[in-house]
T-cell receptor, first 115, second 116 residues
Framework: GNSVTQMEGPVTLSEEAFLTINCTYT??????LFWYVQYPGEGLQLLLK?????DKGSNKGFEATYRKETTSFHLEKGSVQVSDSAVYFC??????????????FGQGTILTVHP | DAGVIQSPRHEVTEMGQEVTLRCKPI?????LFWYRQTMMRGLELLIY????????DSGMPEDRFSAKMPNASFSTLKIQPSEPRDSAVYFC??????????????FGPGTRLTVT
């Protein structure tokens, strides 16, 4: 089956620190990969995505590269801000068949950034 | 576009009562997903629909839970009778969901349910 494993949190950083949140996946077929972010009291929203191997998704200073050889999609940011404090979810979707847009989500990683 | 709309945003009810959560997906989207989020279990997919037809309800925890999608612009998730362990945030999400392609899901703001 398909699954996503994220590094366990919570992750606590000081402002301007470098961020990495690890994500690895297991998939049958050719997955597209996503990072979603959930700010306190809100629903999940798409942060970035990559649809094929070696693609790099980027948004708001965050980046993630689709690595097929290591089945990974690690999230990085060079300098975090207090406003980046949120829960981050890695997810995959499989093309083909009858998935109808279903995504498989990881367990989420809580990030707290202190001033 | 108003995005995915959920109501109510907060619901407090007593054990044994019926609870109905409502969702209006983004116009033109034909897949709709219901999730439950708790600290203990994280984000769980309960059920999803495509073109108003339930595709997979294997995540529905038990017979007390039911979901319907009578038309393309409305879905309900009902819990009857409710129990304290049903307390959670319930999210609705929608996506384009045509056949085998992969699409971004758009989430609503959630309904925070508290069963006392």
């Amino acid at each position: 089956g398909n699954s996503v494993t994220q590094m366990e949190g919570p992750v606590t950083l000081s402002e301007e620190a470098f961020l990495t949140i690890n994500c690895t996946y297991t998939a049958t077929g050719y997955p597209s990969l996503f990072w979603y972010v959930q700010y306190p009291g809100e629903g999940l929203q798409l942060l970035l995505k990559a649809t094929k191997a070696d693609d790099k998704g980027s948004n708001k200073g965050f980046e993630a590269t689709y690595r097929k050889e290591t089945t990974s999609f690690h999230l990085e940011k060079g300098s975090v801000q207090v406003s980046d404090s949120a829960v981050y979810f890695c997810a995959l979707g499989i093309s083909g068949g009858t998935s109808y847009g279903k995504l498989t989500f990881g367990q989420g990683t809580i990030l707290t950034v202190h001033p | 576009d108003a995005g995915v709309i959920q109501s109510p945003r907060h619901e407090v009810t007593e054990m044994g009562q019926e609870v109905t959560l409502r969702c209006k997906p983004i116009s033109g989207h034909n897949s709709l997903f219901w999730y439950r989020q708790t600290m203990m279990r994280g984000l769980e997919l309960l059920i999803y629909f495509n073109n108003n037809v339930p595709i997979d309800d294997s995540g529905m925890p038990e017979d007390r839970f039911s979901a319907k999608m009578p038309n393309a612009s409305f879905s309900t998730l009902k819990i009857q009778p409710s129990e304290p362990r049903d307390s959670a945030v319930y999210f609705c999400a929608s996506s384009e969901g045509y056949g085998g392609a992969v699409y971004e899901q758009y989430f609503g703001p959630g309904t925070r349910l508290t069963v006392t």
